[in-house]
């Protein structure tokens, strides 16, 4: 099933306001997921839907939330997510970001009590449009042992770096600094299919490539003990510095539904005026992506891509032929949509 991006944003509103948030905020929170989707990420896109719909009835996320900043120190901001769904608490937090950036030269925000977000790439990429060089991190439930270790202790910790070029192609650094994100584990195991070897390990900290049995166990750290010390200093900066909760204390998004998951998010921006002429970055960057292009090739490589080059060509695929729902996805919002007296097909 395909679906056009703006008829999905539309069917992600209605489901939300069904369940008591208001439009305006619901039109934010469905903008983050069908970005996600329209750039290949399903596993932070519309996927996460049913299970935000889930904690809103019971109680674990607040549909009313407001969030509001609660202190302010020149460029830097210390927000309340007053435990609103992720993507409305950092769609707030990464704006905020911006315009402090744009007025100080640089912008930096701490939210705190949030909860499960979706794509980090987003918002690091608020700003890119106004010249801003933007960053996003945030922590998340425990899904990692610290290196050596065989319990689950911190999240992914994802981070994300956005740098505008001027040509319409930005540069987006995206990841988790587990191998690979919780999501497509998920999905995988939604979808019966084997996992690639190593991207997850059983309860006693073997690998595995079954999906479920990795789903009980853990995420295996991006690039071993160095993924592993990134993952606990963003869930540093991000739980600790704005007062939400860290380590093995962050709620899980799948269980424990009635209870806030106190996730914390950090944001930044870098207006690239303070710096340089915004016209001067952008010719040099143009120039930069040039020659990464035209590096020599090894053997079999057809083309090299900049980090987000390939997400931004799913993106005009997406504009052009709509966006592709996998049928465990489908049936998922389907099955949410009846729950709503909604219907999928009607936004297709």
């Given at each position: 099933?395909?679906?056009?991006?703006?008829?999905?944003?539309?069917?992600?509103?209605?489901?939300?306001?069904?369940?008591?948030?208001?439009?305006?905020?619901?039109?934010?929170?469905?903008?983050?997921?069908?970005?996600?989707?329209?750039?290949?990420?399903?596993?932070?896109?519309?996927?996460?839907?049913?299970?935000?719909?889930?904690?809103?009835?019971?109680?674990?996320?607040?549909?009313?939330?407001?969030?509001?900043?609660?202190?302010?120190?020149?460029?830097?901001?210390?927000?309340?997510?007053?435990?609103?769904?992720?993507?409305?608490?950092?769609?707030?937090?990464?704006?905020?970001?911006?315009?402090?950036?744009?007025?100080?030269?640089?912008?930096?925000?701490?939210?705190?009590?949030?909860?499960?977000?979706?794509?980090?790439?987003?918002?690091?990429?608020?700003?890119?449009?106004?010249?801003?060089?933007?960053?996003?991190?945030?922590?998340?439930?425990?899904?990692?042992?610290?290196?050596?270790?065989?319990?689950?202790?911190?999240?992914?910790?994802?981070?994300?770096?956005?740098?505008?070029?001027?040509?319409?192609?930005?540069?987006?650094?995206?990841?988790?600094?587990?191998?690979?994100?919780?999501?497509?584990?998920?999905?995988?195991?939604?979808?019966?299919?084997?996992?690639?070897?190593?991207?997850?390990?059983?309860?006693?900290?073997?690998?595995?490539?079954?999906?479920?049995?990795?789903?009980?166990?853990?995420?295996?750290?991006?690039?071993?003990?160095?993924?592993?010390?990134?993952?606990?200093?963003?869930?540093?900066?991000?739980?600790?510095?704005?007062?939400?909760?860290?380590?093995?204390?962050?709620?899980?998004?799948?269980?424990?539904?009635?209870?806030?998951?106190?996730?914390?998010?950090?944001?930044?921006?870098?207006?690239?005026?303070?710096?340089?002429?915004?016209?001067?970055f952008y010719t040099i960057m143009n120039d930069y992506v040039h020659a990464v292009h035209d590096c020599p090739r090894a053997e079999g490589v057809d083309r090299i891509y900049m980090p987000g080059e390939i997400e931004y060509l799913k993106t005009l695929e997406a504009k052009a032929d709509g966006i592709k729902l996998s049928e465990a996805i489908q049936k998922d919002l389907e099955a949410t949509a009846e729950e709503l007296d909604l219907s999928l097909a009607a936004y297709a």
């Amino acid at each position: 099933m395909r679906v056009q991006e703006d008829g999905l944003k539309e069917f992600v509103t209605a489901v939300l306001t069904r369940v008591g948030v208001t439009e305006d905020k619901a039109r934010n929170a469905a903008e983050v997921l069908v970005f996600a989707d329209s750039r290949g990420i399903e596993s932070h896109g519309v996927s996460k839907l049913p299970i935000y719909v889930q904690r809103i009835k019971a109680g674990g996320i607040n549909p009313a939330a407001d969030p509001k900043i609660v202190s302010r120190t020149g460029g830097i901001c210390k927000i309340d997510g007053e435990n609103a769904m992720g993507p409305i608490a950092g769609h707030f937090g990464a704006e905020t970001a911006v315009r402090n950036a744009l007025e100080n030269g640089i912008g930096l925000t701490a939210v705190g009590n949030s909860n499960h977000f979706g794509v980090t790439a987003f918002y690091s990429m608020k700003g890119l449009d106004r010249g801003i060089i933007g960053f996003a991190m945030s922590n998340a439930n425990p899904t990692m042992a610290p290196w050596g270790g065989k319990k689950a202790m911190v999240g992914t910790s994802p981070l994300s770096i956005a740098v505008p070029t001027g040509s319409g192609l930005p540069l987006v650094v995206d990841m988790a600094s587990s191998l690979v994100a919780r999501g497509k584990i998920l999905l995988a195991a939604q979808a019966g299919k084997e996992l690639p070897a190593g991207w997850a390990l059983d309860r006693e900290g073997r690998e595995t490539r079954d999906p479920e049995t990795a789903l009980q166990g853990l995420l295996s750290p991006m690039g071993g003990p160095k993924g592993s010390g990134l993952a606990l200093i963003i869930d540093i900066l991000c739980g600790v510095l704005s007062g939400s909760k860290w380590l093995t204390d962050v709620g899980h998004l799948y269980s424990g539904l009635d209870t806030p998951q106190r996730i914390g998010h950090v944001f930044g921006g870098i207006k690239i005026e303070a710096f340089m002429k915004v016209e001067e970055f952008y010719t040099i960057m143009n120039d930069y992506v040039h020659a990464v292009h035209d590096c020599p090739r090894a053997e079999g490589v057809d083309r090299i891509y900049m980090p987000g080059e390939i997400e931004y060509l799913k993106t005009l695929e997406a504009k052009a032929d709509g966006i592709k729902l996998s049928e465990a996805i489908q049936k998922d919002l389907e099955a949410t949509a009846e729950e709503l007296d909604l219907s999928l097909a009607a936004y297709a």
